[in-house]
């Protein structure tokens, strides 16, 4: 390897079963609730409006 090439072989997971991999949220759930459509009090997630569904209106900016 060159003084100027990253090393990047151990970035990345190598085994299916691997929980860290299976960690990456799903971009079709409401990120607030993660598709259940509540929040942990109880009541209709103000995001998705109680779909569980990602909306046009999540996200940053």
């Given at each position: ?5 990253i ?35 109880g ?16 996200g940053?900016?």
């Amino acid at each position: 390897m060159n003084e100027h090439e990253i090393d990047d072989q151990d970035l990345t997971s190598s085994s299916p079963v691997d929980p860290a991999s299976l960690q990456q949220p799903d971009p079709s759930l409401c990120p607030e609730c993660q598709g259940v459509g509540a929040v942990a009090s109880g009541e209709t997630c103000p995001v998705c409006e109680g779909t569980g569904k990602a909306t046009g209106r999540t996200g940053g900016g």
